[in-house]
C-alpha cells in the first residue's frame, strides 16, 4: 500500500536494515534534490520488507527522504509503495533487471537516433549549467573538474531535448561527422559542445561544424589547430578543464579572425568562457 514517508518514519524503517548494499551518495543527493523540488515521480519502485521485518529494498530512497528534510526543514515526506511479508529469499532477487539507460528513456518517447542524441543532450547540459562538458585524457569518467550532476532528472533531459529537438538531432549529426577517424574525444563531447554553440550562443551550424572538424578529424586545420590537436594527443595527464579551456581560447581567436600559433592556460586563469 502507498504510505507519506516522512523523514523520520525513513529514519525508523532503515533502523531494520541489516544488511543491504553499499550507499550510493550521489543517487541519494539526486533523489533528494528531486523529492525537495517537488520532481519525485513515484513509478512503482517499492519499499520491501520481509516476513522478519527486515528491510531488503529502498535503502537509498530512504536515506534521501531524510537528507531532503535535514536541508529543506518544510519537507513533509512523499508517498511511496511499501511492501511487507516477503520470503526473506526474495532480497537475492532485486534489482536483476536491467536499468534503462538514458537512450533507452529517449527511444521509447519516439526520439531518433536516441541513443546518440540522449548524449547530445547530456553533454549539453554540463556546458549549459557550467560544468565542465571535456572528459580530457584522464581516464574513463568524469575528471576531477567535473562536479556530478544530480540536479536534472531524466524528464528534465527529455524536457530539453522537446524544447530544441531539431538543434539537438543537428548537433548529433555534427558529431557523427567531426569525430571520423578522430580518437581525442568521445561523440558527445563535440555534439555538445556544438549544441551549447547553436542553442545558447547563437552560432551558426556551419561554422560550429567547420571549427569542430578541425579539433576533430583534424578537417582543414591549419595554424594553431595543428598544434593544439597534437597537444591534446600527446600530453595525456590533460583534465578536461584543461582541455576544454584549451578549446575555449581557440574558439575566441578563431571567431575574432586572430590568427595563432598556439594557445595555453593554467588553473590560475579560471574557466575561460565561450564568446
Known amino acids: 500500500m502507498f504510505e507519506k514517508i516522512s523523514p523520520a518514519t525513513a529514519e525508523h524503517y532503515l533502523s531494520f536494515n541489516n544488511a543491504n548494499r553499499t550507499q550510493a551518495a550521489s543517487r541519494i543527493l539526486s533523489y533528494a534534490n528531486q523529492m525537495a523540488g517537488g520532481k519525485w515521480v513515484d513509478n512503482g519502485e517499492t519499499i520491501k520488507f520481509d516476513q522478519d521485518g527486515t528491510l531488503i529494498d529502498g535503502q537509498n530512497r530512504l536515506m534521501a527522504i531524510i537528507r531532503a528534510g535535514k536541508e529543506n526543514p518544510g519537507f513533509e515526506g512523499v508517498e511511496m509503495l511499501v511492501v511487507r511479508g516477503l520470503p526473506p529469499v526474495a532480497k537475492d532477487t532485486v534489482d536483476q533487471g536491467k536499468p534503462r539507460s538514458m537512450g533507452d528513456l529517449f527511444k521509447m518517447n519516439g526520439v531518433p537516433n536516441a541513443s546518440k542524441v540522449s548524449s547530445t543532450v ?118 578536461g578543464m584543461h582541455v576544454q579551456c584549451l578549446i575555449a581560447k581557440a574558439w575566441n581567436k578563431w571567431q575574432a579572425g586572430i590568427e595563432f600559433k598556439q594557445v595555453s592556460w593554467n588553473e590560475t586563469e579560471g574557466k575561460v568562457e565561450f564568446l
Open 122 to 239: 547530456n553533454r549539453y547540459l554540463d556546458f549549459h549549467s557550467g560544468r565542465v562538458g571535456m572528459n580530457g585524457r584522464t581516464g574513463t569518467g568524469r575528471n576531477r573538474h567535473a562536479s556530478a550532476r544530480t540536479d536534472f532528472t531524466r524528464r528534465d533531459l527529455l524536457d530539453t531535448y522537446w524544447k530544441h529537438q531539431d538543434e539537438f538531432q543537428m548537433c548529433a549529426s555534427i558529431g557523427d561527422r567531426a569525430i571520423i577517424g578522430c580518437k581525442r574525444f568521445r561523440h558527445a563531447e563535440l555534439a555538445g559542445l556544438a549544441a551549447y554553440l547553436v542553442i545558447d550562443l547563437h552560432k551558426e551550424a556551419s561554422q560550429v561544424e567547420a571549427f569542430l572538424s578541425m579539433i576533430g578529424r583534424g578537417y582543414n586545420a591549419h595554424n594553431g589547430f595543428i598544434w593544439l590537436c597534437n597537444r591534446i594527443d600527446t600530453r595525456k595527464e590533460l583534465t
